[in-house]
């Protein structure tokens, strides 16, 4: 059975940072491409930023490029993201995400998930 476990939310000052972590079991982690997404209330889950299975090739959403910064380090079998210059439209639950199968595209969109996490709150305080 899979399991993905982020964690490192809470609550910041904006222009802060937070690293949010995310161990996945029951699935080879170093084959499968990983996200982050994020959910805002009253808003759709939109995806953050990805990385492929390898650890190279990251992507990044708009609203967090230069900012934000995915790491995958398949020897410990942990995503993280790092969170800079926070703002308060950060705020949001936070979810890892990983592909739906090994060696594909890691996921964009909601479509592309094969296993989601419970979700960690982060809040940034103006």
């Known amino acids: 059975q899979v399991q993905v476990v982020e964690s490192g939310g809470g609550l910041v000052q904006a222009g802060g940072s937070l690293r949010l972590s995310c161990t996945a079991s029951g699935l080879t982690f170093d084959v499968y491409g990983m996200a982050w997404f994020r959910q805002a209330p009253g808003k759709e889950r939109e995806g953050v930023s990805s990385?492929?299975?390898?650890?190279?090739?990251?992507y990044y959403a708009d609203s967090v490029k230069g900012r934000f910064a995915i790491a995958k380090d398949n020897r410990k079998n942990t995503l993280y993201l790092q969170m800079n210059n926070m703002k308060p439209e950060d705020t949001a639950v936070y979810y890892c995400?990983?592909?739906?199968?090994?060696?594909?595209?890691?996921?964009?969109?909601?479509?592309?998930?094969?296993?989601w996490g419970q979700g960690t709150q982060v809040t940034v305080s103006s």
């Open positions: 995400a990983a592909a739906r199968s090994p060696y594909l595209t890691p996921p964009r969109g909601v479509g592309d998930v094969g296993y």
């Open positions: 990385i492929a299975w390898s650890g190279a090739n990251a």
